[in-house]
């Protein structure tokens, strides 16, 4: 987990660009900076950036029902047992 040490060890540029990130994603710096140590800057961008993308597209409505998804999944499944029944 990362410490107050670990943020103050930061150069004032990362902690701007940490604070940014937190903020995006709606996490204390703190809390941000054990992904970032775990994961890096770049990814962790590209995570908050793809969520906040996917975020948007389910509010708008461009999402698939989780419902329409199991469905889908369960008749995908069950076609495949009946082939591998007749084979």
Do not use: H, W
């Not at 140590?37 to 993308?53: K, P, W």
């Amino acid at each position: 987990m990362a410490t107050e040490q670990d943020l103050q060890a930061l150069s004032p540029s990362d902690r701007a660009r940490l604070e940014r990130l937190a903020e995006l994603a709606g996490r204390t710096p703190l809390e941000t900076l054990y992904f970032v140590q775990r994961d890096g800057f770049e990814e962790c961008e590209e995570s908050v950036r793809e969520n906040l993308i996917a975020e948007q597209d389910i509010a708008e409505g461009r999402g698939v029902p989780n419902e329409q998804v199991m469905e889908d999944a369960q008749r995908i499944i069950d076609e495949c047992a009946q082939r591998a029944k007749q084979a």
